[in-house]
């Protein structure tokens, strides 16, 4: 599949419909070739699985079972739940996902051997089912203390503080485990817009509420952030002095309250009392 996608670097398939949305992809993705002449994609919006016609998705919609992606639901709070879908246990979907998502994720080199990550799938639930929104995966063993792979908002559902909740609750699972982490590199640049927005927004709001001096270990402790990325965030804060061969947090009040003014929303809040989660072992 890698050597495919090396030979057509050319995108494809302009547009997906999924569920309610038609959706124009932004780059290529190394669908089987019997795709390769396929302007337009359908795809299962529950199991995923992609179809070259519409009277395809029909026929399979009306024998298609799932309303919710395969695997467990980990969380929920109104109407957003959210999946834990094993790679190894659900091979196809994962594979289905990653087709999709890689049609909106440039530089990723995608894995297809899924069996060695865990998809965490966010969904809007209404009484057709749980719809999917966006979605992050996660390696069950990261060597480099990755706690995200790729991460993705589908087009009709960014900007509205879905990213952050998806990575808000990458850092949960991280907290559960006692680890810090942070994303494999490299970000894009929404990707890097929303970590940065992110990690800005957490630690400014500690440093608001604390009194005395904190450290960037006590910080990551706290926030379960790797300490590097603390330390870049609160850089380009200008917010940290290197004193006597240490870099020092300098938290003035008033360059607190301008940076928590120019931080924006604080997206969707993950209500860690509705995760049932135990670190996969
Ligand atoms: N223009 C400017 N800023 C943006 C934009 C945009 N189009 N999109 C997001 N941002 C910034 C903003 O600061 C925003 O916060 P704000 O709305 O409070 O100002 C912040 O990022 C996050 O916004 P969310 O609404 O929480 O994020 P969203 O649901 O849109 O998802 C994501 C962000 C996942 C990066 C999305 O843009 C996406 O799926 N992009 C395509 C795939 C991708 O690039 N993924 C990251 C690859 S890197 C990796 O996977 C490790
Ligand atoms: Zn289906």
């Given at each position: 599949l890698r050597e495919h996608e090396e030979f057509t670097k050319v995108k494809n398939i302009a547009t997906i419909e999924l569920g309610r949305y038609e959706i124009e992809t932004w780059y290529f993705s190394p669908f089987p070739p019997e795709y390769n002449d396929c302007l337009k994609m359908y795809f299962c919006e529950f199991?995923?699985?992609?179809?070259?016609?519409?009277?395809?998705?029909?026929?399979?919609?009306?024998?298609?079972?799932?309303?919710?992606?395969p695997g467990d639901e980990i969380y929920r709070s109104g109407t957003l739940s959210m999946f834990e879908v094993d790679g190894k246990k659900n091979k196809v979907y994962g594979q289905n996902l990653c087709y999709l998502a890689k049609l909106f994720l440039d530089h990723k080199?995608?894995?297809?051997?899924?069996?060695?990550?865990?998809?965490?799938?966010?969904?809007?639930?209404?009484?057709?089912?749980?719809?999917?929104?966006?979605?992050?995966?996660?390696?069950?063993?990261?060597?480099?203390?990755?706690?995200?792979?790729?991460?993705?908002?589908?087009?009709?559902?960014?900007?509205?503080?879905?990213?952050?909740?998806?990575?808000?609750?990458?850092?949960e699972l991280s907290k559960k485990e006692g680890k810090v982490g942070t994303p494999e590199r490299p970000l894009s640049d929404l990707g890097l817009l929303s970590y940065r927005g992110y990690w800005t927004r957490v630690l400014l709001d500690i440093l608001k509420k604390h009194k005395g001096n904190i450290s960037i270990k006590e910080l990551s402790d706290?926030?379960?952030?790797?300490?590097?990325?603390?330390?870049?965030?609160?850089?380009s804060l200008e917010l940290i002095q290197y004193r006597k061969g240490q870099h020092v947090i300098c938290a003035d009040p008033k360059v607190l309250d301008r940076h928590l003014k120019a931080a924006g929303r604080g997206g969707l809040e993950v209500d860690v009392s509705k995760l049932i989660w135990t670190p996969y072992k």
């Open positions: 199991c995923l699985n992609f179809m070259k016609r519409k009277e395809q998705l029909q026929r399979h919609m009306r024998k298609c079972d799932l309303k919710h992606p080199t995608l894995y297809y051997d899924v069996d060695l990550f865990l998809f965490y799938v966010l969904c809007e639930c209404d009484d057709r089912g749980c719809h999917m929104v966006g979605y992050f995966s996660k390696e069950k063993h990261s060597e480099e203390s990755y706690n995200l792979a790729c991460i993705l908002t589908l087009p009709p559902y960014q900007r509205k503080g879905y990213g952050k909740f998806l990575i808000a609750f990458s850092y706290m926030t379960a952030i790797k300490a590097e990325d603390i330390l870049n965030t609160l850089q």
